[in-house]
C-alpha cells in the first residue's frame, strides 16, 4: 500500500497554520509566547492573547501620562517576580516609585538608561534588546526612521522571551513602521481607550476602552503614571548613563 498523499484541502490548511501567515479575518497568534496584560478585553484583541514577545510593540500615547505605563503594569510586575530586569532608556520623566511599588514592580529589578541624544537611546535599545539579559526594555525616543525601527525589530526578533516596547508620539500614526504591533492611546468617556492600529490579522475597527483604575488581578489600583513626577524618592533602581563608544 502506498502512503496517502494529503488532498488540497490538508495542504492548504497546514500552509495557514503556520504564525508566518496573516489571515485577514482574525488576529493572528504568534510563534512566541504572551504575557496577559491584565485587561481581558485587550487580550482577546492581540494576536497570542497577550503583548508579544519577540516583537516591536510601539505604543503611541495623545499626551504622556495618559495611561501608556498603567497597561503595561501588569506584564511587568509579573517579569520581575520572575527575578527578571526591566531596562528603561530615556523615558521623559524619572519615575515614581509609590505607583511602580503599587503595581508590584519590584524597583531592584528596574534599570534606567540615560542617553544624551536620539542616536543614543537607538542604539542602547538595539544593545539591550541583543543581550537577551532581561524580561522588558522600554524605550522613548525622541525620534526614530523606519530603518532605525528596522534593526530594532530585528533585535526583537532575536530575543525571543524579552518585552520590547517604544512609546512614539500620536502624530507618526500615519507613518510606516516594521512593529508588528502599534497601539494609540487616548481618552472617551473617562476612560482610556486603545485603538489598535496595527496588527498580525484583521484590522480593528473600535477602540477597546479600559478602566482608568484597576487592570484584571491587580493587587492594588495603579492610578498613577509611572513617570508623571519629578522626584524619585527610591534609591534601588539604578541609572546607567549610556554611551555609543563602549563598543
Same mark, same amino acid.
Given at each position: 500500500n502506498h502512503p496517502q498523499r494529503p488532498g488540497p484541502r490538508s495542504a492548504l490548511a497546514d500552509i495557514l497554520s503556520q504564525p508566518a501567515i496573516w489571515r485577514g479575518n482574525r488576529p493572528v497568534a504568534g510563534s512566541s509566547p504572551s504575557l496577559p496584560t491584565g485587561f481581558p478585553a485587550l487580550d482577546a484583541e492581540l494576536p497570542g492573547g497577550g503583548w508579544p514577545t519577540a516583537a516591536l510593540i510601539e505604543i503611541l500615547p495623545q499626551h504622556e501620562g495618559i495611561g501608556e505605563l498603567r497597561i503595561l503594569g501588569y506584564a511587568l510586575s509579573r517579569l520581575t517576580a520572575q527575578g527578571r530586569f526591566?531596562?528603561?532608556?530615556?523615558?521623559?520623566?524619572?519615575?515614581?516609585?509609590?505607583?511602580?511599588?503599587?503595581? &508590584? @514592580?519590584?524597583?531592584?529589578?528596574?534599570?534606567?538608561?540615560?542617553?544624551?541624544?536620539?542616536?543614543?537611546?537607538?542604539?542602547?535599545?538595539?544593545?539591550?534588546?541583543?543581550?537577551?539579559?532581561? &524580561?522588558?526594555?522600554?524605550?522613548?525616543?525622541?525620534?526614530?526612521?523606519?530603518?532605525?525601527?528596522?534593526?530594532?525589530? @530585528?533585535?526583537?526578533?532575536?530575543?525571543p522571551s524579552v518585552l520590547a516596547v517604544l512609546f512614539r508620539p500620536l502624530r507618526v500614526a500615519r507613518e510606516t513602521t516594521p512593529a508588528p504591533l502599534r497601539l494609540a492611546l487616548t481618552t472617551a468617556h473617562g476612560e482610556l481607550a486603545v485603538r489598535v492600529i496595527k496588527r498580525r490579522g484583521s484590522p480593528l475597527v473600535n477602540p477597546i476602552l479600559l478602566s482608568a483604575v484597576t487592570s484584571r488581578r491587580a493587587q492594588r489600583p495603579f492610578a498613577h503614571h509611572a513617570v508623571d513626577r519629578a522626584r524619585f524618592p527610591s534609591p534601588a533602581a539604578r541609572i546607567v548613563p549610556a554611551s555609543v563608544n563602549a563598543v
Open positions: 526591566l531596562v528603561w532608556i530615556a523615558p521623559p520623566y524619572l519615575p515614581y516609585a509609590p505607583a511602580l511599588c503599587s503595581a &508590584g @514592580i519590584d524597583l531592584a529589578r528596574l534599570i534606567l538608561v540615560k542617553t544624551r541624544s536620539p542616536r543614543e537611546t537607538l542604539w542602547a535599545s538595539e544593545q539591550a534588546l541583543r543581550s537577551t539579559a532581561c &524580561g522588558a526594555v522600554l524605550a522613548w525616543p525622541q525620534a526614530a526612521n523606519y530603518a532605525e525601527l528596522r534593526r530594532l525589530q @530585528i533585535a526583537a526578533e532575536g530575543s
